[in-house]
Every structure is written in C-alpha cells, then in structure tokens.
C-alpha cells in the first residue's frame, strides 16, 4: 500500500511539471509578445514626438525666449526684459490689429456656420437627390482652391471695375459701387466675405455629417406630435450636432485670428491700417521693421488670446 501511495505521488508530480512549465511557456510568450508591441508602438511615437520637439515646441521656446530681447536677427541681441511687452499695450496698430480679427471672427466663424446649418438642413431632406450632390459639391469647391487663389480672384470680383460692381449698375444701383476693398469703410467686410466663402463649404460638410447620424425615428416622433419644421430643428437636429458646431466653431475661429494669406493678397493690411490683423503685424515686424523681439512678443500674446478664445467655446460645446 505504501509503495502504491508512493507511485501515485510521484505520477501526479511528473503530471503537473509538464503543465505547470507549459503555463510558464506561454506566461513568457505573453510577456514577448507584449514586449515587442511595446517597441513597435515606441518605434512608432519616437520620430512623430522627435519632429513635434524639433518644429514645434523648440521655435515656440525660442519666440518666447526672443520676446525678452531687442533683436534685428543680426547683430547681438540686448536683454529687454518686458520692455516689447509694455510698447504692445502702448501701441495703437497693436491693439487696432487685435480689434479687427475679433470683427473677423464674425465674419469667418458665425455667418458660415449659421449658413452651414441652415444650407445642411435643407440638403439633408433632398439628400438622394442629384441637386444635393451638385450643391455639396459647389459649396465645398472653395475648400480645395488655394487661399492665395482665392484672394486673387475676390481682389478682381471686388475691384472698381469688377463683377460685383459691373452686376450692380447693371440693375441701377451704380451709386453703391465703390473700390470695396479700398475703401476703410468696407475693406474688413469684404475680407470677411471672403473668409464666409471659404469656410461656409467645410461647416456645411462637417454639420451634414452630423445630422446624417440623427435617429429618423426622432423626427417622426416629433411630427406625431404635431412639430413643424422650426421646432425640429431647434429640438432636435440643433442639439444632436452640438459636437459638430464646436469642430465648426473652433476651426473657424482660429482661422478668423490666424488670417494672412486672404488680407495680404487682397488688401495687405490697408487702407489705413483697416485691415491690419496680428498675423499681418508679426510679419511687417519681423522681416520689415526688424524688430524681431517686439515681433515675437506679440505673437506670445496673440497665441495667448486663441486659447482664451477657444478654450471656453470648446468646454461649452463639449458633450455631458
């Protein structure tokens, strides 16, 4: 009996040594496997984080470090400390600079993305139809063509001799006609058409996505209920993009602060300065006036003012 207990002992120790080193097996194979996706993800990240140091962060450390000297981007450089910061405040271009891209923000984000809305609502109930297809199509066009192109053609549409005033004296309004983008009146509004245009085919784009993912049987509960049109809308497809307005909302914004290239084709900054916007401003200080150091602090505060701007809307439109 003792030999028997002693026989089964040890064949249920040869038993579980080839499962128990089976279990390790594969507890390292794991550990590999993991491993070697760890490298791979690592291998992947590294340059991606490597080019993101190299052209984005260091020249952001470099315009703020240049933003406490006096600097023409020759000679030695003089330490100014908040000195380019103080004739910021002191200075009239600056502060006039400013007050023209908050006016563009009016004209680039609020007007497209109300068009957007509207002109993504009426095509999404004749969405299988040809007319959609061609209307989706025309309105994003002005996404594709170059800001520079686009600037061109609206500095010839908008020219004294242009289309627009050809078309208005054409129906007897030739009193109205100016040089819309040389007179200080009208120069900002007419960049800001420009802007409308370029955006108004990408809010559209994004907010028709949107509302593609609305549950049908939302509106028809609504109907049941006696909605109209309006109140669908405002109750339901208005909520149910929320997410895409701000996409909407922060990409225009930011483009809006950022412009350049539309007001340097078409006015470069004038007349008068009534187009001059901080983009504008940065580069005539730079690469004109010299004035590297003034330059880079005034782009620290324009960065400084798109986060105040764009930080409360995206926490105001982002979803409970």
């Known amino acids: 009996m003792m030999q028997m207990r002693t026989t089964d002992t040890t064949g249920l120790r040869e038993v579980a040594a080839p499962a128990s080193t089976s279990h390790e097996a594969r507890r390292r194979a794991l550990r590999a496997r993991r491993l070697g996706r760890g490298w791979v993800a690592l291998g992947l990240v590294v340059p991606a984080a490597v080019f993101y140091a190299a052209f984005v962060l260091r020249p952001l450390a470099l315009t703020v470090q240049y933003s406490f000297y006096k600097w023409n981007g020759v000679t030695a450089s003089t330490w100014v400390g908040f000195d380019n910061y103080r004739r910021l405040?002191?200075?009239?271009?600056?502060?006039?600079?400013?007050?023209?891209?908050?006016?563009?923000?009016?004209?680039?984000?609020?007007?497209?993305?109300i068009l957007g809305l509207l002109t993504a609502a009426t095509i999404r109930k004749f969405a299988a139809s040809r007319?959609?297809?061609?209307?989706?199509?025309?309105l994003f066009l002005p996404q594709v063509i170059p800001l520079v192109a686009a600037g061109i053609m609206?500095?010839?549409?908008?020219?004294?001799?242009?289309?627009v005033n050809e078309l208005l004296r054409g129906i007897g309004l030739g009193s109205v006609t100016r040089a819309w983008l040389g007179d200080t009146d009208t120069a900002l509004p007419a960049v800001g058409v420009i802007g409308a245009w370029v955006a108004l085919g990408l809010c559209m784009l994004l907010l028709l996505a949107g509302m593609t993912k609305i549950d049908p049987s939302l509106y028809?509960?609504?109907?049941?209920?006696?909605?109209?049109?309006?109140?669908?809308?405002?109750?339901?497809?208005?909520?149910?993009?929320?997410?895409?307005?701000?996409?909407c909302v922060t990409v225009t914004i930011i483009a809006a602060l950022a412009a350049f290239d539309i007001v340097y084709i078409s006015t470069q900054g004038g007349p008068a300065n009534s187009t001059l916007v901080p983009g504008l401003e940065i580069y005539y200080?730079?690469?004109?006036?010299?004035?590297?150091?003034?330059?880079?602090?005034?782009?620290?505060?324009?960065?400084?003012?798109?986060?105040?701007?764009?930080?409360p809307i995206q926490r105001l439109t982002r979803e409970d």
């Open 220 to 247: 028809e509960a609504a109907r049941i209920d006696g909605a109209g049109a309006v109140r669908e809308f405002f109750a339901i497809t208005l909520p149910s993009v929320r997410q895409e307005i701000g996409v």
């Open 89 to 113: 405040t002191q200075s009239s271009e600056t502060l006039g600079s400013i007050l023209n891209a908050l006016e563009l923000i009016i004209y680039f984000s609020f007007v497209p993305v």
């Open 131 to 138: 007319l959609a297809l061609a209307s989706r199509t025309v």
């Open 154 to 163: 609206w500095t010839w549409l908008l020219a004294s001799d242009g289309l």
């Open 285 to 311: 200080l730079g690469f004109f006036s010299r004035e590297v150091g003034q330059a880079s602090a005034l782009a620290v505060v324009f960065m400084a003012l798109v986060l105040a701007v764009v930080l």
